[in-house]
């Protein structure tokens, strides 16, 4: 009789993750296909850009998901889940090593920025990743964890809410303030922060 071959690559996360609770080692490697280099960004991103401890990270993610499955909460979304798993594991990163890490260089001048054309436009986007990253690297690791996850991750609210633990509501607040205090911070670049929202998760 011939074996009947599961269609891994269709399956939900949810239902591949049931598998893998049942030593399913295709299950296991069809998720990690999914979402190790989803993992590793978000990792890179929360903790310095540290690559080394960015893959450390994401092995020992997946190496729970693998030897613990029973943690997991079929009642849950799972991405909503992992990112959750991967949540904590940086707080606790934060909390072991009691780590800030605070930009040191100001704002350049825009007046190296002041010709026209395309190129300067290139520049100027350039020069706004740049200080918005430093800016990010200023915020408290909640309001830049809620960032990463709204408009880096393309989470929903409600999503985020599950993973910080933490009510609708007070996930709204702290992005308005996050906005706010980025919107101040990066105040030569005005307008731009809005663009780069709009271009990461198309709202007008």
């Not at 999914?34 to 903790?47: E, G, I, W």
């Not at 605070?102 to 300067?120: D, L, N, P, R």
């Not at 989470?155 to 607040?173: A, W």
Request: aromatic residues 12%; contains cysteine.
């Amino acid at each position: 009789m011939a074996e009947i071959k599961v269609p891994y690559q269709k399956l939900a996360d949810e239902e591949l993750m049931l598998l893998v609770g049942k030593k399913d080692s295709k299950a296991f490697e069809a998720l990690y296909d999914r979402y190790s280099r989803l993992m590793y960004n978000y990792f890179h991103r929360m903790l310095w850009k540290d690559k080394e401890k960015s893959r450390d990270f994401t092995q020992d993610l997946f190496s729970k998901l693998i030897h613990k499955p029973e943690l997991y909460n079929a009642e849950r979304s799972f991405k909503t889940w992992l990112y959750s798993v991967a949540h904590n594991m940086c707080k606790n990163e934060y909390a072991k090593h009691e780590v800030r890490q605070v930009a040191h260089e100001e704002i350049k001048s825009t007046s190296s920025f002041q010709t026209e054309g395309g190129a300067s436009q290139i520049m100027d986007r350039k020069a706004f990743n740049e200080e918005l990253e430093k800016a990010l690297l200023e915020l408290d690791e909640v309001k830049r964890n809620t960032f990463e996850l709204r408009f880096k991750q393309d989470m929903s609210i409600q999503e985020i809410s599950e993973i910080m633990e933490c009510s609708e509501g007070t996930v709204k607040s702290r992005l308005f303030y996050t906005l706010k205090q980025l919107n101040t911070r990066l105040k030569v670049y005005e307008g731009m922060l809005g663009l780069f929202i709009t271009l990461m998760i198309g709202i007008a």
